[in-house]
Nanobody, 126 residues
Framework: QVQLVESGGGLVQAGGSLRLSCAAS????????MGWFRQAPGKEREFVVA????????YYADSEKGRFTISRDNAKNTVFLQMNSLKPEDTAVYYC???????????????????WGQGTQVTVSS
């Protein structure tokens, strides 16, 4: 089992920045590819970005390219999501997820993830 706890969400004005963190505990963090998803009210949970076990590979959803940056610190069992130039449409609950699938370097689909955090709310005001 892996426990994931997100933090860093909050209220920010459009154009502002936030840095989300996801702390993992329970198993060897470096064995898991990590991802961020988000879910806005009335919408399905959608992929945002993911990072490989070593941190050497990443994959971003098109709408986040150039604005969001994912990183990880395997020594601290933490993955980060730096979000810049935030827009009102970025408002959502952001979820951290971990994947132990050995054949997938950078998972992008919900069913490819095995563990999920409880989420942290990000609200961007216009």
């Amino acid at each position: 089992q892996v426990q994931l706890v997100e933090s860093g969400g909050g209220l920010v004005q459009a154009g502002g920045s936030l840095r989300l963190s996801c702390a993992a505990s329970g198993r060897t963090f470096s064995n898991y590819a990590m991802g961020w998803f988000r879910q806005a009210p009335g919408k399905e949970r959608e992929f945002v970005v993911a990072i490989s076990r070593s941190g050497g590979s990443t994959y971003y959803a098109d709408s986040e390219k150039g604005r969001f940056t994912i990183s990880r610190d395997n020594a601290k069992n933490t993955v980060f999501l730096q979000m810049n130039s935030l827009k009102p449409e970025d408002t959502a609950v952001y979820y951290c997820a971990g994947s132990r699938r050995p054949g997938i370097l950078v998972p992008t689909r919900r069913h490819e993830y095995d563990y999920w955090g409880q989420g942290t709310q990000v609200t961007v005001s216009s």
